[in-house]
């Protein structure tokens, strides 16, 4: 919900309208109950990301690092339209589009979230090491570098004015 991620959209006071007004849905995932704790197993599952915008930055997932940081993930657009962000600790940073029928390779060390750019939920399908582990932590307390807004009706990605390097 939005509640859960105020912080992480440039527009801290159009997210907190939000709320206010009802909190809407951002995104929903699901997963088998497979061991994390196992190099051998591989976890997958479904990301359902809904259309809509925070002031214009569009809805997003909260992304992450993965814990072993060298781990690598894979995502497949089965519906919708949307991006993906990237970006490593070092400070590179990779936007690119999904449509349906496109496949992502996210590398190991790089951050990602998810973006809806469309009027449709965006459905992805996702797959990697089961113990990779989720670094949710950093992405919170530093945010990313870049946001992606709607300027003139398409998306743009611009500089994070909340980003700060710590």
């Given at each position: 919900?939005?509640?859960?991620?105020?912080?992480?959209?440039?527009?801290?006071?159009a997210a907190k309208a939000m709320v206010e007004n009802g909190d809407p849905l951002l995104y929903e995932f699901y997963g088998l109950?497979?061991?994390?704790?196992?190099?051998?197993?591989?976890?997958?599952?479904?990301?359902?990301?809904?259309?809509?915008?925070?002031?214009?930055?569009?809805?997003?997932?909260?992304g992450h690092f993965h814990t072993i940081l060298d781990t690598s993930e894979i995502y497949y657009c089965l519906k919708g339209k949307?991006?993906?962000?990237?970006?490593?600790?070092?400070?590179?940073?990779?936007?690119?589009?999904?449509?349906?029928?496109?496949?992502?390779?996210?590398?190991?060390?790089?951050?990602?979230?998810?973006?809806?750019?469309?009027?449709?939920?965006?459905?992805?399908?996702?797959?990697?090491?089961?113990?990779?582990?989720?670094?949710?932590?950093?992405?919170?307390?530093?945010?990313?570098?870049?946001?992606?807004?709607?300027?003139?009706?398409?998306?743009?990605?611009?500089?994070?004015?909340?980003?700060?390097?710590?």
């Amino acid at each position: 919900r939005v509640s859960n991620m105020v912080s992480q959209f440039a527009d801290s006071d159009a997210a907190k309208a939000m709320v206010e007004n009802g909190d809407p849905l951002l995104y929903e995932f699901y997963g088998l109950d497979l061991p994390e704790d196992d190099a051998g197993v591989l976890q997958f599952g479904t990301t359902i990301l809904y259309p809509g915008k925070v002031g214009d930055e569009y809805f997003m997932t909260k992304g992450h690092f993965h814990t072993i940081l060298d781990t690598s993930e894979i995502y497949y657009c089965l519906k919708g339209k949307g991006m993906m962000l990237m970006e490593t600790p070092e400070g590179d940073v990779d936007c690119k589009e999904l449509n349906p029928g496109d496949a992502i390779f996210v590398p190991g060390r790089w951050a990602h979230r998810s973006i809806n750019i469309g009027n449709e939920p965006l459905i992805m399908f996702f797959v990697y090491r089961a113990d990779a582990g989720h670094d949710y932590g950093t992405i919170e307390e530093k945010g990313y570098r870049k946001i992606v807004v709607e300027k003139d009706g398409k998306p743009v990605m611009l500089d994070n004015p909340k980003w700060a390097e710590k």
